[in-house]
């Protein structure tokens, strides 16, 4: 009964908890020549019915020149639009709507001058485009964004609470975490930089697949196996999937021109202080149910080992044939 009851549980939540279905938006204001513009904008969505379009909101000196121009792919509206502005835009601000989405990343080239970037939320749906922008803008933003991508993308953080689950011990688990850290970097900066690349579709599965594995291994107990043996080997294989998976949103998200090993270096930590939270998170109520209650651990455990499993079955099942 039990178990059917964690099978009731994780599936009714697996469909909810899709690991990055609402990326941010992502907003690219250009100047191109004097008083002309360039606006694009990227807006992730989960449904496309009866879905009102959004424009970015431009500095008061700036208008739209003629129609823009907007496409409706798969769960996507990319939109572009002639801009031009009677005034200098410093001191102005460019924002967004928000509905559905909980943050945004907009990036400002004036021309020949640093890109700005900004993030943007609802408590915050605008930014003021600065006359001399600080560099650390670059850091902070793309730090944020690394946080709440593991604290966000379900699949990502499933995979570290399973790998807390099965090591169980605090050195070995950061061994292992550290080794998961290296090889999505690797990943992560080779991508990047256009010097590997994977199809985002096979990716997701791998991943989907890669969380029922540690669920199986969790299940079977302290058996023997090349897992347990050598946790940071598998985490450090695994971690070079994920990888792609932290490039693809990255990719989604945009880098700005110039800043690429800033921001490229701040999402991972971000990434790497959003692991450290979960884990120490999970080793701490591990610790407390320790104490609390020794004999039910090995019981959580197995339970949380089935639930995490079918989540992850279920993504796989339906990235494969969805």
């Known amino acids: 009964m039990l178990r059917w009851l964690i099978t009731l549980a994780a599936l009714a939540l697996a ?9 941010p938006v992502s ?28 424009l970015p909101q431009l500095p008061e000196v700036c208008r739209i020149i003629g129609d823009p121009h907007i496409e409706n792919a ?36 004036p021309l020949g001058q640093p890109v700005q970037v900004h993030r943007l939320t ?7 485009i600065e006359a001399q922008p600080s560099s650390l803008q670059v850091w902070r933003s793309y730090f944020v964004i690394g946080v709440e991508h593991i604290l966000a993308g379900w ?18 688990v950061v ?9 999505h970097s690797i990943t992560l900066a080779a991508v990047t930089l256009g010097f590997a690349g994977l199809p985002q ?10 969380i029922v594995f540690l669920a199986v291994e969790i299940a079977r107990g302290s058996r023997d196996t090349l897992t347990r043996r050598l946790p940071w080997l598998v985490a450090f294989a695994f971690g070079l999937v994920h990888g792609f998976g932290f490039a693809g949103a990255l990719r989604e ?6 800043e690429v090993p800033a921001a490229l270096i701040s999402f991972n930590l971000g990434v790497e202080a959003g692991q450290l939270l979960v884990i120490a998170i999970v080793l701490a109520l591990l610790a407390l149910l320790r104490r609390l209650r020794p004999a039910a651990e090995p019981v959580t455990v197995k339970a949380a080992s089935y639930a995490i499993g079918i989540i992850g079955a279920y993504w796989l099942v339906d990235r494969v044939i969805g």
């Open 122 to 128: 609802p408590v915050q749906p605008s930014a003021v």
């Open 15 to 23: 469909a909810p908890l899709s690991a990055d279905e609402l990326r």
């Open 74 to 109: 798969r769960l996507v509206i990319t939109g572009r639009a002639q801009v031009r502005c009677d005034g200098a835009v410093e001191g102005q601000a460019v924002g967004w709507s928000f509905t559905t989405h909980s943050e945004a990343i907009l990036r400002v080239a």
């Open 201 to 210: 579709r096979p990716v997701e599965m791998l991943i989907a697949l890669s």
């Open 175 to 183: 061994k292992a975490a550290t080794a998961f850290t290296i090889a």
């Open 253 to 258: 998200i945009g880098l700005p021109e110039g």
């Open 27 to 54: 907003i690219m204001f250009e100047q191109t020549d004097g008083d002309a513009w360039e606006l694009g904008w990227r807006e992730p969505v989960l449904a496309q019915s009866g879905r009102a379009q959004t």
């Open 155 to 172: 699949d990502h953080l499933l995979f570290v609470i399973a790998l807390v689950l099965l090591v169980g011990g605090a050195w070995p």
